[in-house]
């Protein structure tokens, strides 16, 4: 089967992608028998294939790894700057940090801001050292 015809054969069908000789149809995720154009045509008119691509052009689409390590690395940053304004906060105050303890102050953090509230053994090993050095060089 020539390379050609296939591409042609594909064009009206935008799920469906050349890979080497074969057609790939990336709403149903397998190989479409392609030796003759009809029967990519009969493909794409199944009912099964007609509403996977609809939910493809419709829907949401699975983020790529990229796009999620991205994400995730955007909420984690986040989540660091969080623990370390906290963290400021409470040192600043003369709080101790074990005071994140209380039910009473996990409630309202936990109520009032998008971000987990840290436990005070993880301020204190990651966060209360970056606090010491900026504090000291401010001074």
């Known amino acids: ?18 890979d080497g000789d074969r057609i ?6 397998k190989i479409v028998s392609c030796s003759k154009k009809f029967q990519v045509d009969q493909h794409a008119k199944t009912p099964s294939h007609i509403s ?5 052009k419709s829907g949401p689409v699975q983020s790529t790894l ?4 991205e994400v995730s690395s955007n909420q984690h940053h986040g989540q660091t700057k969080f623990n370390e304004d906290l963290c400021r906060m409470f040192l600043a105050t003369n709080i ?3 005071k994140m303890t209380n039910p009473q102050v996990k409630a ?3 109520k009032y801001c998008k971000f987990n509230t840290p436990d005070e053994s993880t301020l204190r090993k990651n966060v209360v050292g970056k606090v010491y050095a900026s504090v000291i060089e401010e001074i």
């Open 1 to 18: 089967m020539p390379k050609i015809q296939s591409a042609s054969w594909i064009k009206p069908y935008p799920e469906l992608i050349l």
């Open 24 to 29: 790939f149809c990336k709403a149903c995720s």
């Open 52 to 56: 996977k691509a609809n939910r493809i």
């Open 66 to 69: 990229k796009q999620a390590v």
């Open 96 to 98: 101790p940090l074990h």
């Open 108 to 110: 309202f953090l936990q």
